[in-house]
């Protein structure tokens, strides 16, 4: 009798444990509430307006938490207080990543907005005399995508050997016009536009400073590095969350909202640009 008694505890306990595993696969594989991290401004607004009505549709519950600086995003990634968030490139994300050993990665590239040579003073590039001011990132990468915007608008040649995304004044080898560069904190660069005859701007400093994309002299050409992407943590890279999201961008509804709320964005390569 003890023994039946003894198995049939066994049984109950194996049973039980076994529903309790299959209950907590099931709920990891049906999550319906995601958080996506984003930088407050055109990146968090990108979230709210193209991809989380999409993820809506699909069931999805979102909440979309804000940033004011580049570091928490990736922390509260790491730490999973987020489930995915965007707001940075490549580069970045895969430095970041190695500094403070976390396991992110790229889910999708999405539409960023692009650098650009702005001016008060001068109404096209042509216009540029002997010795015009140029303001200009003093951050090695960012001074990299000026320079190069400068060489795609024929102002300047750089040397071909060097590495696009780390060319610096050292490598332009052509300067006819006599530019005068005038490296500056990222953050100021918006404000130069009042002070000196040129600025590099990058898009996310231009928007923040109100500043309309279409207005500038020339916009960059961007490489995909330097494009914005959905970063998930690499556990959940093929999670049902994660290809809702991936689906959500890649809808005909996202690219609409795109082309009618965020003009100048430039289009990553697999959108046709």
């Known amino acids: 009798m003890r023994k039946i008694s003894a198995l049939l505890l066994v049984l109950i306990l194996a049973f039980t444990l076994g529903a309790c595993g299959k209950d907590s696969s099931t709920a ?3 999550k319906k509430e995601i ?6 401004g055109p990146y968090a607004d990108m979230v709210k307006k193209a991809i989380a009505p999409q993820l809506e549709k699909d069931g999805y519950k979102v909440e979309v938490v804000e940033f004011n600086d580049y570091m928490q995003p990736n922390i509260s990634l790491g730490n999973s207080s987020i489930d995915a968030n965007l707001f940075q490139h490549k580069i970045y994300m895969e430095t970041f990543a190695k500094e403070h050993k976390l396991k992110l990665s790229e889910l999708i590239i999405v539409p960023t907005a692009p650098m650009g040579i702005y001016s008060d003073k001068l109404k096209d ?3 540029i005399k002997k010795g015009t001011t140029i303001a200009v990132p003093n951050d090695p990468t960012n001074l990299a995508r000026a320079l190069k915007i400068l060489e795609d608008a024929g102002i300047i040649k750089l040397d071909p050997a060097a590495d696009p995304l780390t060319i610096s004044e050292k490598d332009v080898t052509d ?4 530019l005068v560069f005038k490296p500056l904190e990222a953050a100021q660069l918006p404000r130069a536009v009042e002070s000196v005859d040129l600025s590099a701007v990058p898009g996310n400093f231009a928007l923040a400073a109100k500043m309309d994309l279409l207005e500038a002299l020339q916009l960059e050409d961007m490489p995909e590095e330097y494009r914005n992407r959905v970063v998930v943590n690499k556990k959940d890279l093929n999670s049902d969350f994660a290809k809702a999201i991936k689906k959500a961008v890649e809808s005909d509804e996202f690219e609409k909202t795109i082309d009618s709320e965020f003009k100048g964005f430039g289009k990553p390569e697999w959108m046709g640009k």
């Not at 958080?35 to 407050?40: E, F, L, M, R, V």
């Not at 300067?175 to 006599?178: D, R, V």
Request: aromatic share 0%.
């Open 28 to 30: 990891s594989s049906e």
């Open 35 to 40: 958080k996506i991290g984003a930088t407050s």
């Open 125 to 127: 590039l042509n216009e």
């Open 175 to 178: 300067n006819p016009k006599g």
